[in-house]
């Protein structure tokens, strides 16, 4: 209570007492009435002062015991804001490290996968020097005798589909273990209906788009077994070995080192068993999301790598039957029907009449280019030096670098380039003038007084033979009906006995019923019926059924 309020108090005091004795109407002394009104107000004040002090007192012990609460709640709050915080701090640490963690396994992983790319790569390009070309055209029209038939088709086309055989083949990296003919047209062994159907898809997939793939086409009943087979040794459909090797945990990632103690393979084991469930998921912070996605990227890359590695590390076992050397080639004329083989095919079973008649000394086919290979570098200094529009001192470059005939024939761009001849005219009248030499290699066609329809059909099953590996047994080729009695006898011809068996493929038939001669008596009535091939059983009866 303010000193204000007191006087007023004081005042209402005083004049309350008056208006008391002026209802009694009775004399006052006023002195005493003042004395006593003054004591009355002073008795007053004092307990007024009791009263301020006393509430005074009550609200400053209020106050102490509120501020004291508040400080205490206070510090409870503080202390658990800071826990809280402390918590979240911690949370947020934890946290951190384990996006950390995860970037940096996924970032090595990235690093990996990526160096085995580059590995992948060099050794491609070594392989390529050694042989083949590294810069080849892709927009060549490539001139392939297809068994005897000659079907034009770009580079860029036969290598369109990466990490295929067909792509390694014709990617350069084995140029020059590709065999060509006397023309300088590069050999594929293979039936020339099946390749053109090939090169008809492959076209048909260059205008395709990306979205709205083909499907693989099949042909007549009587090409397409070698067709598909002919897919199968190209790698342009999938024949289960790469799926088979990683269902089986064979495929491992070729990991380069960095250096460190790291395991690779632990390290490959960790970041593709990761799982990102801790992390949010949800918008704005779809971490979770992002991390799903990097690895599943990995992963295809992983995949993409691992099978790449494979196809390069079976390529020179893969493609084997497409490489070879232009002396093993032949050319076959069948009453005007000509066709184009390899030496080696035709040598397949090696006891055959047909093995022999090919076999070397017996059998050596005409080659004009023996000539060129017997040249010295003087020779071919002088032979370079001869070429219209060839600077003079190109012709010495040979002789400096020891390049006789046997070497001029079998240079390439790169190897003119290794030498000196570096401008880009010399380099382009050389390589046209040495292509001029290869192609003056001229083969004359062995005369063979056969059917060329079962004779194509003797070829195909070599060379069905010769593109399947060792343990598969090859399918059987289809048989006209009409061709079926010509067919067994030209084969018993050039593959008398038991080496008939080797193109006829007759299966046997397993029975604990029958005994070894019925069964062979029910194989000759079957093979007089046009029945060729494989048996199968059916049904096994009993001896009295």
Same mark, same amino acid.
């Given at each position: 209570?303010?000193?204000?309020?007191?006087?007023?108090?004081?005042?209402?005091?005083?004049?309350?007492?008056?208006?008391?004795?002026?209802?009694?109407?009775?004399?006052?002394?006023?002195?005493?009435?003042?004395?006593?009104?003054?004591?009355?107000?002073?008795?007053?004040?004092?307990?007024?002062?009791?009263?301020?002090?006393?509430?005074?007192?009550?609200?400053?012990?209020?106050?102490?015991?509120?501020?004291?609460?508040?400080?205490?709640?206070?510090?409870?709050?503080?202390?658990?804001?800071?826990?809280?915080?402390?918590?979240?701090?911690?949370?947020?640490?934890?946290?951190?490290?384990?996006?950390?963690?995860?970037?940096?396994?996924?970032?090595?992983?990235?690093?990996?996968?990526?160096?085995?790319?580059?590995?992948?790569?060099?050794?491609?390009?070594?392989?390529?020097?050694?042989?083949?070309?590294?810069?080849?055209?892709?927009?060549?029209?490539?001139?392939?005798?297809?068994?005897?038939?000659?079907?034009?088709?770009?580079?860029?086309?036969?290598?369109?589909?990466?990490?295929?055989?067909?792509?390694?083949?014709?990617?350069?990296?084995?140029?020059?273990?590709?065999?060509?003919?006397?023309?300088?047209?590069?050999?594929?062994?293979?039936?020339?209906?099946?390749?053109?159907?090939?090169?008809?898809?492959?076209?048909?997939?260059?205008?395709?788009?990306?979205?709205?793939?083909?499907?693989?086409?099949?042909?007549?009943?009587?090409?397409?077994?070698?067709?598909?087979?002919?897919?199968?040794?190209?790698?342009?459909?999938?024949?289960?070995?790469?799926?088979?090797?990683?269902?089986?945990?064979?495929?491992?990632?070729?990991?380069?080192?960095?250096?460190?103690?790291?395991?690779?393979?632990?390290?490959?084991?960790?970041?593709?068993?990761?799982?990102?469930?801790?992390?949010?998921?949800?918008?704005?912070?779809?971490?979770?999301?992002?991390?799903?996605?990097?690895?599943?990227?990995?992963? *295809?890359?992983?995949?993409?790598?691992?099978?790449?590695?494979?196809?390069?590390?079976?390529?020179?076992?893969?493609?084997?039957?497409?490489?070879?050397?232009?002396?093993?080639?032949?050319?076959?004329?069948?009453?005007?029907?000509?066709?184009?083989?390899?030496?080696?095919?035709?040598?397949?079973?090696?006891?055959?009449?047909?093995?022999?008649?090919?076999?070397?000394?017996?059998?050596?086919?005409?080659?004009?280019?023996?000539?060129?290979?017997?040249?010295?570098?003087?020779?071919?200094?002088?032979?370079?030096? *001869?070429?219209?529009?060839?600077?003079?001192?190109?012709?010495?470059?040979?002789?400096?670098?020891?390049?006789?005939?046997?070497?001029?024939?079998?240079?390439?761009?790169?190897?003119?380039?290794?030498?000196?001849?570096?401008?880009?005219?010399?380099?382009?009248?050389?390589?046209?003038?040495?292509?001029?030499?290869?192609?003056?290699?001229?083969?004359?066609?062995?005369?063979?007084?056969?059917?060329?329809?079962?004779?194509?059909?003797?070829?195909?099953?070599?060379?069905?033979?010769?593109?399947?590996?060792?343990?598969?047994?090859?399918?059987?080729?289809?048989?006209?009906?009409?061709?079926?009695?010509?067919f067994k006898k030209i084969v018993e011809y050039?593959?008398?006995?038991?080496?008939?068996?080797?193109?006829?493929?007759?299966?046997?038939?397993?029975?604990?019923?029958?005994?070894?001669?019925?069964?062979?008596?029910?194989?000759?009535?079957?093979?007089?019926d046009g029945v060729l091939g494989d048996l199968?059983?059916?049904?096994?009866?009993?001896?009295?059924?």
């Open positions: 209570m303010c000193v204000s309020h007191l006087s007023c108090f004081r005042g209402q005091i005083i004049k309350g007492h008056f208006e008391e004795l002026a209802e009694a109407k009775t004399p006052v002394d006023l002195n005493f009435c003042c004395i006593v009104t003054m004591e009355k107000v002073d008795t007053a004040s004092t307990a007024s002062d009791d009263v301020m002090k006393s509430l005074f007192g009550e609200f400053e012990k209020a106050k102490d015991t509120l501020q004291k609460d508040f400080n205490r709640a206070k510090e409870t709050l503080k202390k658990d804001f800071n826990r809280d915080n402390d918590a979240l701090g911690k949370d947020f640490d934890r946290a951190k490290d384990e996006f950390d963690k995860a970037k940096d396994v996924l970032g090595k992983a990235k690093n990996q996968i990526h160096e085995g790319f580059e590995e992948l790569r060099e050794d491609q390009d070594a392989l390529a020097a050694e042989n083949g070309v590294l810069d080849v055209d892709g927009s060549e029209i490539l001139d392939i005798n297809a068994g005897g038939v000659i079907i034009s088709v770009s580079r860029d086309t036969l290598t369109q589909i990466k990490g295929t055989r067909l792509e390694a083949l014709f990617s350069g990296r084995w140029e020059k273990r590709l065999p060509k003919d006397g023309d300088g047209r590069v050999l594929l062994d293979v039936n020339p209906n099946c390749f053109r159907a090939v090169v008809d898809y492959l076209n048909e997939q260059k205008i395709t788009p990306p979205n709205s793939p083909i499907e693989m086409p099949h042909l007549e009943e009587e090409d397409d077994i070698i067709f598909q087979q002919l897919l199968l040794a190209f790698g342009l459909v999938d024949d289960g070995a790469v799926q088979s090797k990683r269902s089986a945990g064979e495929l491992e990632l070729v990991t380069v080192s960095d250096g460190s103690d790291e395991n690779p393979k632990a390290l490959k084991d960790q970041w593709q068993s990761m799982n990102f469930d801790s992390f949010p998921k949800e918008p704005p912070h779809e971490i979770q999301t992002v991390l799903k996605e990097e690895q599943k990227a990995l992963l *295809a890359a992983n995949n993409d790598l691992i099978e790449q590695q494979l196809l390069f590390e079976e390529e020179n076992n893969d493609l084997r039957f497409f490489l070879g050397d232009d002396e093993d080639i032949v050319l076959l004329n069948f009453s005007g029907t000509l066709m184009a083989t390899k030496r080696s095919t035709l040598g397949l079973c090696k006891n055959s009449v047909l093995a022999k008649q090919f076999d070397e000394p017996l059998w050596v086919q005409q080659d004009n280019t023996k000539a060129v290979k017997k040249w010295s570098c003087e020779d071919v200094s002088k032979w370079v030096t *001869a070429i219209e529009g060839m600077p003079d001192n190109i012709g010495a470059t040979f002789v400096g670098n020891d390049v006789n005939g046997v070497a001029l024939l079998v240079m390439g761009r790169e190897d003119l380039k290794d030498i000196g001849v570096t401008k880009a005219g010399p380099l382009a009248l050389l390589l046209k003038e040495i292509t001029n030499l290869c192609r003056e290699k001229k083969s004359e066609a062995v005369f063979i007084d056969h059917s060329a329809y079962c004779f194509q059909k003797i070829l195909d099953t070599l060379r069905l033979r010769s593109m399947c590996h060792s343990e598969e047994k090859p399918p059987s080729v289809y048989i006209q009906g009409s061709q079926q009695e010509r050039y593959f008398p006995g038991e080496y008939s068996d080797f193109i006829l493929q007759r299966g046997e038939i397993d029975s604990t019923i029958l005994s070894k001669h019925n069964s062979s008596q029910i194989e000759s009535w079957l093979l007089e199968e059983l059916l049904y096994r009866g009993s001896r009295d059924g």
